[in-house]
């Protein structure tokens, strides 16, 4: 019998695909359409999670930053657009604490109560799955543009505010406070600022689609 010769290379293209391959992909006019509202930080790990998601699910970030509350209410709408969308992954926080720009909007952890409970009752009409990612934490030394510092009691008001409305709306909990804290002198990108490395948007990242996933019912690996 004639043996066929078959390259390693080709063998070994065929192992690396074989994972990838065994993810069924779904029919384009079935995958399910996330939102995910944010500020910089949801727009820092937006695109991995698309990637995590590709084949399977359409998941698009709305135009923009979220900022403040303030601007969510005033933005909402076109943010939300008339399409249907199967679960809608936000949060609102740092720009309550920080006011950046200098938007002059009330910053007191009761107004962003009022605010998020105003929001998150528009949310809940459109009928999908809600999670909500608790706000990263506040940089330690004095923020390089807004020049406060937002200590830990400061902070807590904030977090403990926004439990209060996803508890009385029911809705779901990604915990990303929780997952970057421990880890944020590795993954910050200073002292001074709230924002992260490439790194570290993948950490989130992988935390946000599993909270997707999991909301969802969707197949495939956990990220975790």
């Not at 920080?98 to 007191?108: M, P, R, V």
């Not at 909270?211 to 969707?218: E, G």
Request: charge should be positive; include cysteine; hydrophobic fraction near 40%.
């Amino acid at each position: 019998m004639k043996r066929i010769f078959i390259p390693a290379t080709f063998i070994l293209i065929l192992i690396l695909a074989a994972p990838a391959a065994s993810q069924a992909r779904v029919p384009r006019g079935k995958r399910p359409r996330v939102l995910i509202i944010g500020d910089s930080i949801s727009m820092g790990y937006t695109p991995y999670v698309q990637r995590i998601f590709r084949g399977t699910a359409v998941v698009r970030h709305h135009r923009g930053n979220a900022g403040p509350t303030a601007r969510g209410l005033e933005d909402i709408e076109k943010w939300l657009g008339r399409k249907k969308w199967a679960a809608i992954h936000f949060n609102w926080g740092l720009w309550d604490m920080y006011g950046w720009k200098h938007e002059g909007h009330d910053q007191t952890p009761e107004t962003y109560e009022r605010n998020l409970d105003t929001l998150v009752a528009r949310l809940k009409q459109t009928g999908a799955v809600l999670i909500w990612a608790t706000t990263t934490p506040a940089c330690p030394e004095a923020e390089e543009e807004s020049g406060l510092i937002i200590g830990p009691k400061g902070e807590a008001e904030y977090l403990d505010a926004a439990a209060r409305v996803m508890k009385k709306h029911g809705v779901q909990i990604n915990d990303l406070h929780a997952l970057i804290k421990p880890v944020q002198p590795k993954y910050a990108r200073g002292e001074n600022d709230v924002h992260y490395t490439k790194d570290g948007y993948k950490l989130m990242a992988g935390q946000v689609a599993d909270s997707i996933r999991k909301a969802l019912n969707l197949s495939g690996p956990s990220t975790e």
